[in-house]
């Protein structure tokens, strides 16, 4: 009974806890939303209401004829998912080999990922724009893949990896005293359990480059190849006044991908999570 009595209070505090960050999260998507519908008149209210009392979509059209929003949607859509893919491709074989062959190649990509991680973009960009530069990549789309792929795949392999070290090597073992060789036993036993963990990591992949920002900024340089966050800062006037309705509506267009890839592939990947924790 003292064991249950002292749990209680600390269920109700980790509920209060994830309550509080819940709210934390959302209360600013919550405003966003709310002041993408509000006509200019609320916007300038000295007492601004959570809900907009006169819903319009004028600061969606405005958004529409200000900035050319598709095709900076589908400049950040081409590079996300191409880094994605190109990330996963890549760090998927490189994880397997790393995480079931344990030596100095995993201890030294797992020191490549802590070390890669520590770096803030500030002290990259100016190598990696001379590096680009003389790969003739600067002002593309595709320079800025190869960007996002490299700044990817550090975490990439480190959240693989972990998926492969769930995976039971007694099936492989047992698929090869089957007689499976080496190439079946890759495709039809180890693959298959993997497929939660390549989405999640894909996902994880297309968010961050989805949202990215300062390598956008510094190596695009037409407004035809600029990506959708650097768009969101052309509705900032000279001085640094927003236009505020404009751009909130903007910026809630620009998260309902990451929104929508996350409620589609939710249950894969918490799937794929406890399928991990499932042991032979």
Not at 52 to 75: C, G, M, V
Not at 108 to 120: D, N
Not at 142 to 156: D, K, Q, R, T
Not at 241 to 267: E, K, M, N
Request: hydrophobic share 60%; glycine share 6%.
């Amino acid at each position: 009974m003292s064991a249950l009595r002292t749990s209680r209070p600390a269920r109700a505090g980790q509920y209060l806890a994830l309550l509080a960050y819940l709210a934390f999260l959302a209360l600013p998507f919550l405003w966003l939303v709310s002041t993408a519908f509000k006509p200019a008149p609320e916007l300038a209210s000295l007492h601004p209401t959570w809900i907009p009392k006169n819903p319009t979509l004028d600061n969606f059209r405005q958004a529409f004829d200000e900035q050319p929003l598709l095709r900076a949607a589908a400049n950040s859509l081409l590079a996300a998912v191409s880094a994605a893919l190109i990330a996963v491709l890549v760090a998927t074989p490189l994880a397997y080999v790393t995480a079931r062959h344990r030596g100095r190649l995993a201890g030294a990509a797992t020191g490549w990922v802590v070390i890669s991680q520590a770096f803030p973009f500030v002290l990259v960009i100016v190598p990696l724009f001379l590096v680009l530069k003389n790969l003739h990549l600067i002002n593309s789309v595709a320079g800025l893949v190869l960007v996002y792929v490299v700044w990817s795949l550090p975490f990439a392999l480190w959240m693989l990896m972990g998926y492969v070290r769930a995976v039971p090597a007694e099936l492989e073992e047992a698929a090869a005293v089957d007689g499976a060789g080496r190439i079946r036993t890759l495709v039809s036993v180890t693959a298959p359990l993997l497929v939660p963990g390549v989405v999640a990591t894909a996902l994880f992949a297309f968010v961050t480059a989805w949202n990215e920002f300062f390598f956008a900024l510094v190596l695009l340089k037409t407004p035809e190849k600029q990506t959708l966050p650097v768009v969101l800062t052309h509705f900032l006037g000279a001085e640094g006044v927003a236009d505020l309705g404009p751009l909130a509506a903007a910026a809630f267009l620009a998260t309902l991908p990451s929104l929508v890839v996350f409620g589609l592939l939710q249950r894969r990947i918490t799937g794929g999570m406890l399928a991990g924790a499932v042991k032979s």
